[in-house]
C-alpha cells in the first residue's frame, strides 16, 4: 500500500492561492493520485485526480513530477469556504487489490 | 448531479442491539464502499463489494459486520451487537470502476449508547 505524508495544517488568507504537497514515495506504476475535500460532518467529496504531470479543472490544479513520488494540490483565490480538511490518496490502479487509505488529511483554515 | 443518499443521518442506540445502516448507491455504479470516522480521527476503510461479494475488507470490518445488496438500488450496513466504541460516522461510496474517484454519501451518525 503506497502511504501518504501530508502537512498536518496549513492557513491562508482569502484571494490567495494556496498549495498542499503530498508525498508518496512507493507509488505503484499503476496508481494514481486523488485528492478529496472533507467539511465537518459531512462525506469527502472528490476534487481531483491525476496519473502524471498536470491536472486541471474548475476548482484546482494537481501537478505531479515526471518521478510521481509526491503531488502538489493547488486551489487557486482561496475564500472562508474552503476552510476544509484535504485528504491525498494513492492507489486503484486495475488488475490489483485496492484498500482506500486516507491519512489525516491537511487541515486548512482561510482567514478573512 | 447524482447524489450517494444514506439513511438514516443520526441513529441512537442501545448497546447491544443491532443496527442497520442504509445507502442508496449512484445508479449506475458497480463498486460499493463503506468507511467509518469516529469524532475526530480520519476517514477508515470498512469493506468493499463488487457483483454481489465483498472485495476486500479491513481488520475492522470483523464478524460484527456485514454487508448486502438486497435489491437493486440499495447497499446496506449491518451491525450486530453494537459497542460503545462503534459509534463513529459511516460513509458510504461508490463509483463505477476501481480507479475512478468514488462519490461519498454524507454519512450517518450512529451513537451507541
Known amino acids: 500500500l503506497a502511504k501518504t505524508t501530508q502537512p498536518i495544517s496549513m492557513d491562508s488568507y482569502e484571494g490567495q492561492e494556496v498549495n498542499i504537497t503530498c508525498s508518496h514515495n512507493?507509488?505503484?506504476?499503476?496508481?494514481?493520485i486523488t485528492w478529496y475535500q472533507q467539511f465537518p460532518s459531512q462525506g469527502p467529496r472528490f476534487i481531483i485526480q491525476g496519473y502524471k504531470t498536470k491536472v486541471t479543472n474548475e476548482v484546482a490544479s494537481l501537478f505531479i513530477p515526471a518521478d510521481r513520488k509526491s503531488s502538489t494540490l493547488s486551489l487557486p483565490r482561496v475564500s472562508l469556504s474552503d476552510t476544509a480538511v484535504y485528504y491525498c490518496?494513492?492507489?486503484?490502479?486495475?488488475?490489483?487489490?485496492?484498500?482506500?487509505?486516507f491519512g489525516r488529511g491537511t487541515s486548512l483554515i482561510v482567514h478573512p | 448531479e447524482p447524489e450517494v443518499t444514506q439513511t438514516p443521518s443520526h441513529q441512537v442506540t442501545q448497546m447491544g442491539q443491532e443496527v442497520i445502516l442504509r445507502c442508496v448507491p449512484i445508479s449506475n455504479h458497480l463498486y460499493f464502499y463503506w468507511y467509518r470516522q469516529i469524532l475526530g480521527q480520519k476517514v477508515e476503510f470498512l469493506v468493499s463489494f463488487y457483483n454481489n461479494e465483498i472485495s476486500e475488507k479491513s481488520e475492522i470490518f470483523d464478524d460484527q459486520f456485514s454487508v448486502e445488496r438486497p435489491d437493486g438500488s440499495n447497499f446496506t450496513l449491518k451491525i450486530r451487537s453494537t459497542k460503545l466504541e462503534d459509534s463513529a460516522m459511516y460513509f458510504c461510496a461508490s463509483n463505477g470502476l476501481p480507479e475512478e474517484p468514488q462519490h461519498f454519501g454524507d454519512g450517518t451518525r450512529l451513537s451507541i449508547l
Open positions: 490518496l494513492v492507489g486503484a490502479g486495475t488488475g490489483g487489490s485496492y484498500i482506500p487509505t
Open positions: 512507493n507509488i505503484a506504476t499503476n496508481d494514481y
